[in-house]
């Protein structure tokens, strides 16, 4: 529609008529087909009128739904404006991608910009117009289950998978296209404690160093809306946080999009204590730009009263519709209602284009963290494996987002191992993955009503060890159950389930070689389990192709490639934990003070047991010939740096080579290192590339004493290198 044409349309609307657009309700509300449910309304305690007028429906999906929906909604509205369907297609609709923590360990945001192209095709023929995606939040501390949605704990990769997820998602906003709505707007990362809804408190340097430049990359990149995050922020939740949704999203950053809450989150500030009632929520809210009130009957309720007694500002309501309006018109909606929905969906879902790019994306986000005497890869001709353990023929390896695939079509290991011709492959469950699902709460007595008891494990332990003692070598394929990380999936202890780590104590006293093939959703803590086994394979949840993936793996069909993007630690007491941290006036490794006197534990190390940039191959890969094109940089100039790298195995592979920045000196202390670039490259067995990277003052920028973001003259040093931990350096000037 012209823009005139909706000004017009806009015009006509009434205040409720507008309000309604800023309302979103879950699919229980709208009949199947011709009536307003009305319990759930009565529940919320919102008219039914309202419903009638809602803008947007939450999580429903399938194009049948869809249709149905819009079409008895569209037949008794007035203004024939037609509702946004919206949902948490988070990386993957029926085709499910590996967790987006794997993704990041891809380091190939090109990769997954075309898997995300892939499943917004899904969802839209599905009726879904705006996903609930990309989750940008920096995370810093594996005790929060929402790790998984996050690329890790570094500004500029996160912001690079930012980007990539809207352009995937977006493409040219197509029928074929869905809008993202990035989240968690802001810091939802750094919630104390890593427990979920929690508070999170942190400088406006900080903030604005390492937790904003996600968010605004996806800004940049186009995303059409910006969800608020449940946390506070300097005392102030999130959703009533009027300096961070008006001035830094909307007047700094040029935001003209729509802000939707997260779940519920007006009528929490209630709770939060910021808010006396609902009336007062909204309030806070609508003042703070906020668009959408996601399932609440805050905005329906308590508006209209609050522009009558002069409270709001109707222009406040007038510029949240509109933005809501033109949002609708962007995707084409009063032309096409319906848009991508289609009722031949099925023919869109799990192509053979959309697996094989997903295949490839969970190979590349495997991450091989240990391999004692090149154990792997495995030669199934050879040797005689048993396949041990929960994740050996399971389904559950999707990770909790995951609503709409289809379990049918997902590849377990032992799938994938059964295609291969050898009889030497032997598989037993040996344990389940919890001993006690209570522990997972009401999902928990939703999986397992009656807790499998503890004898039937016993006996599938036996069974087994039995495999094993015959049997040459062991594959472990152990983890976290699939809920016990995602949304409210916040843990103290980083182990593995207890009833696991007794299954790994049974095998390794056959002193059978391991190779655990480990499923989590975060960091786990390795310490102790990392002695009893000689290779590790992270594969996260590896997503619907994940067995294929990891036994392509395993064979050393592909060479693993994948590298970490959060430190895995030592132990739980170290987090948070991350690479880019300060040096502290009291380094472990440069202070004068003795030993008891610096800032260490006495009881572990600083450093992680695996580090931010590593994961090992089937090959191995020299650096050699650090050089700089010049040691001195000025605004106008740039330096090259080139390094050559080669290939110094037997097998083919992939190296991520990966660029840091210390700037030493600072009006502020600076972290002792900074991503700034990497760059993947394939060689042949004894290949030689030569990689160049390119530094100008730009990427030197940071928030000084003043919080304004410009460099500072000075010395640099550029690490290349490996990983975080391995590296060439060199040093430079900025004059
Ligand atoms: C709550 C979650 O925090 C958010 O990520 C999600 O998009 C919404 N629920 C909607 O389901």
């Not at 929906?69 to 203004?79: A, C, D, N, V, W």
């Not at 005689?384 to 289809?406: D, E, L, Q």
């Not at 590790?536 to 392509?552: C, T």
Request: with cysteine.
């Amino acid at each position: 529609m012209k823009e005139k044409e909706l000004q017009k349309l806009f015009q006509s609307l009434t205040l409720k008529e507008k309000i309604g657009q800023l309302v979103q309700l879950s699919g229980e509300f709208f009949g199947s087909v011709d009536e307003v449910s009305t319990g759930p309304a009565k529940k919320m305690g919102i008219h039914p009128e309202m419903v009638s007028l809602a803008g947007s429906v939450l999580n429903v999906a399938g194009a049948k739904s869809v249709i149905s929906i819009q079409k008895s909604y569209l037949e008794r509205s007035q203004h024939k404006i037609p509702l946004l369907f919206m949902g948490d297609i988070v990386y993957g609709y029926r085709t499910i991608l590996p967790i987006p923590l794997g993704q990041g360990a891809t380091w190939n945001p090109e990769l997954i910009q075309e898997n995300y192209n892939n499943i917004g095709m899904e969802a839209s023929k599905a009726g879904i117009d705006v996903t609930f995606s990309p989750m940008v939040d920096l995370v810093r501390d594996p005790r929060w289950g929402r790790c998984l949605e996050s690329t890790g704990e570094d500004p500029f990769l996160n912001s690079q998978f930012a980007a990539a997820v809207i352009k995937g998602f977006q493409g040219n906003l197509t029928v074929n296209n869905v809008a993202t709505c990035v989240k968690h707007f802001a810091a939802y990362g750094a919630t104390e404690g890593g427990r979920e809804y929690n508070t999170v408190d942190m400088s406006e340097r900080r903030l604005r160093q390492d937790y904003l430049p996600s968010y605004k990359a996806a800004v940049e990149a186009g995303s059409k809306l910006v969800m608020t995050s449940f946390n506070t922020l300097d005392g102030i939740p999130a959703t009533a946080n009027k300096w961070l949704l008006d001035e830094i999203l909307r007047k700094e950053w040029g935001f003209d999009g729509v802000i939707i809450t997260d779940y519920a989150a007006i009528h929490e500030l209630i709770a939060h204590g910021v808010a006396q009632d609902e009336k007062e929520a909204a309030q806070l809210a609508i003042n703070a730009t906020v668009d959408i009130d996601m399932k609440t009957s805050c905005y329906a309720n308590q508006l209209e009263p609050l522009v009558r007694e002069g409270k709001i500002d109707n222009e406040l309501i007038n510029q949240a519709a509109w933005r809501i309006l033109c949002l609708k018109n962007e995707l084409g909606l009063f032309e096409n209602p319906y848009r991508g929905a289609s009722i031949n969906e099925e023919k869109f879902m799990h192509t053979d284009e959309s697996r094989t790019k997903a295949l490839q994306a969970s190979r590349e986000s495997i991450v091989l963290l240990k391999n004692e005497n090149n154990i792997l890869p495995l030669d199934v001709k050879k040797s005689k494996i048993a396949v041990i353990g929960p994740y050996t023929n399971s389904k559950s390896i999707v990770g909790m987002w995951s609503f709409h695939g289809k379990q049918d079509e997902f590849t377990s290991i032992q799938d994938a191992f059964e295609k291969l011709d050898t009889h030497n492959i032997k598989f037993a469950k040996g344990c389940d993955y919890l001993e006690d699902y209570s522990i997972l709460g009401s999902f928990g007595k939703m999986l397992n009503p009656s807790n499998e008891s503890t004898l039937d494990m016993e006996q599938q332990t036996l069974q087994a060890v039995k495999l094993v003692e015959q049997s040459d070598l062991v594959v472990l394929a152990l983890g976290e159950h699939m809920l016990q990380s995602g949304e409210a999936g916040s843990r103290t202890e980083l182990e593995l389930p207890r009833v696991q780590k007794k299954l790994l104590d049974t095998v390794a006293k056959t002193g059978k070689p391991i190779v655990l093939v480990l499923f989590s959703g975060r960091p786990l803590v390795l310490t102790n389990i990392e002695k009893q086994v000689d290779a590790i394979l992270q594969v996260w949840f590896p997503g619907s192709e994940g067995g294929q993936a990891i036994v392509d793996v395993l064979t050393g069909k592909f060479n693993p490639s994948g590298r970490l993007t959060m430190s895995f630690p030592y132990s739980v007491g170290q987090v948070p934990l991350y690479y880019n941290s300060f040096n502290t006036g009291r380094p472990i490794s440069t202070s004068q003070h003795s030993d008891r006197f610096l800032s260490r534990y006495l009881d572990a190390p600083n450093g992680p047991l695996y580090p931010f940039g590593y994961g090992l191959s089937y090959t191995k890969y020299e650096y050699a010939n650090l050089s700089l094109s010049s040691e001195i940089l000025n605004d106008e100039t740039t330096i090259t740096i080139s390094v050559d790298i080669q290939n110094s195995g037997s097998k083919a592979g992939i190296e991520t080579v990966q660029l840091y920045i210390q700037d030493k000196i600072g009006s502020v202390v600076r972290p002792v290192k900074e991503l700034k670039g990497f760059k993947r490259v394939f060689l042949q067995p004894g290949e030689i590339k030569k990689v160049i990277f390119e530094v100008n003052e730009e990427m030197l920028r940071f928030y000084d004493k003043n919080l304004c973001y410009q460099s500072e003259k000075g010395d640099f040093r550029v690490f290349v290198g490996h990983s975080s931990q391995e590296y060439l350096e060199a040093d430079f000037t900025l004059i």
